[in-house]
């Protein structure tokens, strides 16, 4: 009977043990820092992580434990295995952000392999989906590269502790060691084969102890979830991450850092511009005629700069920037129609430079913006008439603007590859050079406008092609104080020019450069 209850001690150990799965602690990953990294992805990823069935060292620890190894940040394939062992861990995660192609790229090395790299597409770092996305990928991806390990002894010891249980087992036949027992004892009297009877029968009991089953079941518990994991990363090793991504229809470049939102924007091109000045007179003798110049050539810079854009594209604060703008006519020449014979230099230019607030409407390439602005601005166009035997030989007032130019500038997407512009400004003049010296036109109220409509045609993430259509009125509104505007009939108590609408028009064709 003790025998027997020993029997079922064992098995009652074992059944028990099968029914409680082995803790498994968690497993302790590396987190190098993400070369390329300037807007916070590696604390999102971090973040992704937290709470997770991976042990995340990262930071200052990492730092540390390369220093005291003397390795750099970039830390090389075989430094990877002194970095593990120095901070304890089973494997290292590198990863690297591809500004171009808007990816992070991670490879996990431990001691005895190195993964295939893989990739995910960085849409809007901090949104939900990007970090369930790092979470999934990266668990699974650990998961399949490091083998799970139960608090107890390893599985390769478990192996002798579950042959040795299977041999005691096996050498608990109690019938057959019975019979053994008896024939040897036959001869000897009843009373004391009675008590070698109860010695053999209480020594299973006291070796009960020694089956270790729970051990092997702990093996057979840690294998079993092994499967899954291994499913997952299957799915995962063509970057399945990424084409899930995009096939949501989420954004192939990060949305700070397509051209919608790009942190930094450098236009540089050849602009086209025309010029029509028209007195608004009654006709009289010696009127001023109305002035026409055909479209000449000139060049155009322009920049936009968003400075908090670099480290977060998608927060509010990215919006605030600054912008400038250059254009002046190439080699631009006139004649007096008094002497025609001589080429008189000319100068068309106006520039800009002002600030900018950019809000978007979304957090992909194909979302629209709005952009605010306001700025100072100058036109100017004047005539060299050093050359000319009169200065009175050429009626053409020279100007020189000096304004402010608060507007608004739309840019919707129409697509990921092609864009429509409109913008729009009004200008406050508040000096408009020699025309309003007294001797000219006088004194005067001018007030003005620029508009633009344009389209864009990106050919890759960072490069577009722009071309605009523009035009420039500035309306006069003379006070009477100029001898010009008040004297050109012979008769100064009268006013002879009451206005003048100067209007400049062209286009313009730039390749555009975007961060």
Do not use: W
């Not at 003798?285 to 000449?296: E, I, M, S, T």
């Amino acid at each position: 009977m003790i025998r027997i209850l020993g029997l079922v001690s064992c098995v009652v150990v074992a059944v028990a043990a099968a029914a409680v799965p082995a803790a498994a602690r968690p497993t302790r990953v590396a987190l190098t820092k993400i070369t390329g990294d300037t807007t916070g992805l590696g604390k999102i990823v971090i973040g992704a992580l937290d709470g997770s069935e991976l042990e995340i060292v990262a930071g200052t620890p990492v730092s540390r434990a390369l220093e005291r190894l003397g390795l750099e940040e970039a830390v090389a394939d075989r430094d990877v295995a002194r970095l593990a062992a120095e901070l304890e861990v089973e494997a290292v995660v590198t990863g690297a952000f591809d500004r171009r192609g808007h990816r992070l790229r991670f490879t996990i090395i431990t001691a005895k392999s190195k993964t295939k790299p893989f990739t995910l597409q960085v849409g809007n770092a901090r949104s939900e989906k990007f970090k369930k996305l790092v979470r999934k990928t990266l668990i699974a991806k650990v998961t399949a590269a490091v083998p799970k390990v139960s608090d107890d002894e390893p599985v390769a010891d478990d192996k002798p502790a579950k042959a040795e249980a299977d041999g005691v087992v096996a050498d608990d036949k109690p019938a057959r060691h019975k019979t053994r027992l008896d024939e040897a004892a036959a001869d000897e009297p009843p009373a004391k084969r009675k008590a070698k009877a109860d010695q053999t029968a209480a020594a299973p009991a006291e070796d009960a102890p020694k089956p270790r089953q729970v051990a092997a079941v702990d093996a057979d518990a840690d294998d079993a979830p092994r499967p899954k994991p291994r499913r997952v990363a299957a799915r995962d090793d063509d970057d399945a991450s990424a084409v899930a991504v995009e096939a949501r229809g989420e954004s192939r470049s990060p949305a700070g850092h397509s051209t919608n939102l790009a942190a930094l924007r450098v236009d540089l091109g050849a602009s086209m511009a025309g010029r029509s000045l028209r007195f608004d007179v009654a006709p009289f003798p010696g009127a001023p005629a109305r002035y026409r110049q055909a479209a000449a050539p000139g060049a155009r810079f322009a920049v936009e700069l968003y400075p908090l854009a670099f480290r977060d594209p998608s927060s509010l604060l990215a919006g605030i920037g600054v912008a400038a703008e250059y254009d002046q006519a190439v080699s631009m020449t006139l004649r007096a129609s008094d002497e025609m014979t001589v080429p008189l230099k000319t100068t068309d230019r106006h520039y800009s430079v002002g600030a900018r607030f950019r809000l978007a409407f979304g957090h992909r390439p194909t979302s629209p913006t709005l952009t605010i602005g306001i700025g100072y601005a100058a036109r100017t166009f004047m005539v060299d008439r050093s050359q000319l035997m009169s200065a009175n030989s050429l009626d053409l007032p020279d100007v020189d603007y000096r304004m402010y130019d608060p507007g608004l500038a739309f840019r919707l997407p129409l697509g990921t590859r092609v864009a429509v512009t409109l913008a729009g400004q009004f200008l406050m003049v508040n000096a408009a050079g020699p025309i309003q010296h007294n001797d000219q036109y006088g004194a005067a109220r001018v007030l003005g406008g620029n508009a633009s409509a344009g389209v864009e045609a990106m050919i890759n993430d960072r490069i577009a092609v722009r071309l605009a259509a523009e035009a420039t009125q500035l309306d006069f509104a003379f006070h009477g104080t100029g001898t010009l505007s008040t004297n050109r009939d012979g008769d100064s108590s009268t006013l002879d020019v009451h206005g003048a609408t100067d209007r400049y028009y062209g286009g313009v064709a730039t390749i555009a450069v975007t961060y």
